[in-house]
C-alpha cells in the first residue's frame, strides 16, 4: 500500500524497507535482507544530513548482514561508515559504540588480522566496563572473543586468563546446561590441549560433551567435534600415561553466540558464533 500511495523517497518508506530487512536478517536470509536495506539506505541518504543516526544503523545492519555472509571486505566498509558517524554524534562510553567495535573486531579477527581485532575488543571492553555490571553476560561474550583470538595467536596464558574472566560469570548467569557453558568448556579444552596438559583438557572436553549430548541430536557438528577432541585426549592421556586429576579452579556450572578458535574449525561454525549485534 505504501509504495503505492507515498511518494518514492517517503520516509515512511524507510522506515519499512529497514524493518523487512531486520526481520529477513534475523532469519538468515541474508541476500533478501539486503535488498531491503539497499532500499532504505537510497532514500535516507537522499533525505537526511550525512551524520544523521538513522544513517548510520542501516549502514550497521548492511555491514553486520555482510558479515553473516563473510563479505568481509564489504563488511568493514560499512562498519567505518556507521563508525564515522557514531564516533562523532555519541559520547565515548555509549553502548552502540562498544557494540561496534566488538563487530568490528570479529571482522578483523575473520580475516585473521589479530591485532587490530585486539585493538577493537580493547575499546569495547573499555566501554563495557565501566558501564556494565560485572556479571553481565555481554562482558563474557566479549572476555570468549578475546581468549579466542589470543588462543589463534598462541598466547595461551592471556587466553586463559580471559577465558575465567568468562567463566567466572556464565557459571553464574547461565542455566547449568546452556550451550554458551559449552562453548567456553571446548574452547578451554582446546587451550589446554594446546599446552599438552592433557587431563585439564580432559576434564573441560568431558563438561562439553555433557551439555552437547542435552541439546544437540547425536549427529551436531559441534558434538562430533567435541567427541572426537575427547577420544583425542584420551590417547594422548594413554600415551603419557598422566592420571586424571581435577583442577582446583573449576566450579560447576551450567556468537549460543560465540564461535570456536581458528584452530577448532568446525564444519558447521556458523552455529557457534561470536557475538553480533545486528541491530543497535
Known amino acids: 500500500i505504501r509504495e503505492q500511495i507515498l511518494p518514492a523517497q517517503h520516509p515512511d518508506l524507510a522506515d519499512v524497507y529497514m524493518n523487512l530487512g531486520n526481520n529477513y536478517a534475523y532469519l538468515a536470509r541474508y541476500d533478501s535482507a539486503l535488498i531491503y536495506y539497499e532500499r532504505c539506505r537510497v532514500i535516507w541518504e537522499q533525505i537526511l544530513p550525512p551524520q544523521h ?15 553473516g555472509l ?25 553502548p552502540s559504540l562498544a557494540g561496534l567495535y566488538m563487530n568490528i573486531a570479529i571482522v ?18 573499555v566501554i563495557r566496563e ?29 587466553a586463559l586468563a580471559y577465558y575465567e574472566r568468562c567463566r567466572a560469570i556464565r557459571e553464574q548467569v547461565l542455566p547449568p546446561q ?7 568448556y571446548i574452547n578451554m579444552a582446546e587451550l589446554y590441549n594446546n599446552q599438552s596438559q592433557f587431563s585439564k583438557a580432559k576434564i573441560y572436553i568431558d563438561k562439553s560433551i555433557n551439555i552437547f549430548q542435552q541439546i544437540f541430536p547425536a549427529e551436531h557438528p559441534h558434538l562430533r567435534q567435541a567427541i572426537e ?3 583425542q585426549l584420551e590417547q594422548s592421556l594413554q600415551a603419557t600415561q598422566i592420571p586424571q586429576t581435577h ?11 560465540d564461535f570456536l578458535p581458528n584452530n577448532t574449525n568446525p564444519q558447521n561454525s556458523k552455529d ?9
Open 53 to 67: 543516526p538513522d544513517l548510520a544503523t542501516v549502514y550497521m545492519n548492511m555491514a553486520t548482514t555482510y558479515l
Open 70 to 94: 563473510t563479505q568481509y571486505n564489504t563488511a568493514l566498509a560499512y562498519y567505518d561508515r556507521c563508525r564515522a558517524i557514531r564516533e562523532q554524534m555519541l559520547p565515548p562510553q555509549h
Open 108 to 125: 578483523y579477527d575473520s580475516l585473521t588480522q589479530y591485532d587490530t581485532a585486539l585493538a577493537y575488543y580493547e575499546r569495547c571492553r
Open 130 to 158: 565501566q558501564i556494565l555490571p560485572t556479571k553481565h553476560p555481554d562482558l563474557a561474550s566479549l572476555y570468549l572473543n578475546i581468549a579466542n583470538t589470543y588462543t589463534n595467536i598462541a598466547q595461551y596464558d592471556t
Open 178 to 184: 546452556h550451550p554458551g557453558l559449552a562453548v567456553l
Open 229 to 231: 577432541l575427547q577420544q
Open 247 to 257: 583442577p582446583n579452579t573449576i566450579s560447576y556450572g551450567d556468537k549460543t553466540d
Open 272 to 280: 557457534i558464533k561470536k557475538q553480533v549485534y545486528l541491530y543497535p
